[in-house]
């Protein structure tokens, strides 16, 4: 069954009475599905909104998946985990209906729609792990930096590593921020994204 705290944790998120839940949930691999599809609901663009044209339709859904990772960094603990609901509900065929719909604009094989989509995907999901662990405003953020400042000290004086000194110099701590603002920048992912799609792009023209 579903552990009385994730139970809790649920219904003070939804504003409901625990033992309500209780009533509609058995399992917690029942409880992950519901989840997930309540997620996969948030991927849908509206109709109304989806662009015309492949590329657009597709950085569309890109988007939404993304901010609905950012939303719920606990779906990667569900992912692959022995809670993982598997094959998805009804919002989950409708997302993969969409990403085809947009994709078949393209005039392509059933194989390249879905080498397209996945690649996005797969673009989508590796930045949003990437980023997960917050801002240096959480604690945990700023026990890593100081971990990270301490063994960057203790290395770089080896001279095996003359490209991580020439961004870090001759302080560490600056260095390590230097870089995690690059990192965090909020702009990078759309300009990661176009680049996917540009690449995407190249393929199709020299296919066609």
Not at 100 to 118: N, Y
Not at 138 to 147: H, V
Not at 153 to 180: F, K, M, N, T
């Amino acid at each position: 069954g579903v552990d009385a705290v994730t139970m809790r944790r649920v219904a003070a998120e939804l504003g409901a009475g625990t033992m309500t839940l209780y009533h509609y949930v058995r399992t917690k691999r029942e409880l992950a599905a519901l989840m997930d599809d309540a997620i996969m609901g948030e991927l849908l663009v509206p109709e109304d909104e989806l662009a015309e044209g492949w590329r657009e339709g597709l950085a569309q859904i890109a988007r939404r998946t993304y901010e609905s990772f950012r939303r719920h960094p606990w779906l990667f603990e569900l992912i692959g985990g022995e809670d993982d609901p598997g094959i998805g509900g009804p919002n989950a065929l409708r997302h993969v209906e969409q990403s085809l719909a947009v994709t078949a604009r393209a005039g392509v094989s059933f194989e390249r729609q879905f080498e397209i989509t996945a690649m996005v995907d797969d673009y989508v999901f590796g930045h949003a792990m990437r980023i997960r662990p917050g801002s240096m405003d959480d604690p945990r953020a700023r026990e890593r930096l100081e971990a990270v400042v301490g063994y960057l000290e203790a290395q770089l004086g080896s001279g095996e590593y003359p490209h991580l000194v020439s961004i870090v110099g001759d302080d560490p701590r600056a260095g390590v921020l230097r870089v995690a603002a690059t990192a965090t920048d909020p702009e990078r992912f759309e300009r990661g994204l176009q680049r996917v799609l540009d690449g995407i792009e190249l393929d199709l023209t020299r296919g066609a």
